[in-house]
Structure formats: structure tokens, C-alpha cells
């Protein structure tokens, strides 16, 4: 477990996020799945985040992020979404006959991954003011 530690800060974030296609369309082959990874690693290196892990299904996208404490989950999303469905469909013709306004549904899946399981962390934290024997 390797932590982030910037001027005031040590870290050490995860987050795992699932983006789905419009009305759940297949519309992911392997060549779209490598183009969006592709994507999506060049963006999240402009935020200084990494692309652990990055595959899915025809209709989704999973992604599990490690990223720095400075940066919003909402604003990396919005990012990999934007860029991602972007680049797709400005080389796959194909793709932009079948989805013309955009690759992505407006939602996403977020959830904080990674450490110590949470009962763990809150056992922890009760127990810090519990006097030792």
C-alpha cells in the first residue's frame, strides 16, 4: 500500500465507477472498450490519478481509480465521460450514426474502495480514547 502525501495532506483514495450507455444500448465492442481506456488514462493523468483497473460489458463501463485528495470524484467523472465519449465517437462513425447525442447516460455508480474494512476503521476510532491495560 503505497500512501500519497502532498504539503498538507497523506492519502490514500480509490474510488470505483461504472458508466453506462444511453438507454443501455450495446454499443461497446473490444475496440471501444481499448479506445475508452485509452481515454480514460490520459485524462486521469491530467487530474495526477491512475487507471488501476478498466474494463465492462457492451452497455457499461467499470473503472477503479486511484486518485489525489485535491480532486472532486464529480469533476474526474465528468471529465472521463466527456472526453471519453468524445474521442469514441469522433472515430467511430458507427457509433455516432447509433448515438448522436452523446455516448453516456447522465448518471454514473461511485463508491469509495480500498483500506481496511469499515468495521475495522470504526472499532478503531471508538477505541481511541478507551485507556489501555
Known sequence: M???SGRQVVSYLHVHLVFVTKSR?????ADAHQRLKGAFEKVAAGFGATVVECDGEDDH???????PATV???KLVN????????LLLRDREDLRRRSPKGLWSPSYFAASCGG????VIRDYVRKQRTPTA
Open 2 to 4: 503505497e500512501y500519497r
Open 25 to 29: 444500448r450495446g454499443l461497446l465492442d
Open 116 to 119: 481496511p474494512p469499515l468495521d
Open 61 to 67: 463501463m467499470h473503472l477503479l481509480l486511484e486518485y
Open 79 to 86: 471529465s472521463l465521460k466527456g472526453v471519453g465519449s468524445r
Open 72 to 74: 472532486p470524484v464529480a
